[in-house]
């Protein structure tokens, strides 16, 4: 596994490439958030908590969590 966590104010995302179906959700979820073509992609303060967290869960692959604080 190759998880990785993205560290907010207010909520983390993690993210597991190999888990990843590329189905776009959060890029056209939140683009502000997850921007593939930035370093780092996953921004998670460019969005509120509430907003992350709806589109992280949409993720149909669970590649992206939201992680405790």
């Known amino acids: 596994m190759s998880r990785k966590t993205y560290e907010g104010t207010a909520v983390s995302v993690s993210f597991d490439d190999?888990?990843?179906?590329?189905?776009?959700?959060?890029?056209r979820g939140l683009p502000a958030v997850?921007?593939?073509?930035?370093?780092?992609w996953i921004q998670p303060d460019q969005a509120t908590?509430?907003?992350v967290i709806a589109v992280v869960a949409r993720c149909p692959s669970g590649a992206l969590r939201i992680e405790p604080r």
């Open 18 to 27: 190999e888990v990843c179906s590329h189905a776009a959700e959060c890029v």
């Open 34 to 40: 997850f921007e593939p073509g930035r370093r780092p």
């Open 49 to 51: 908590a509430e907003e």
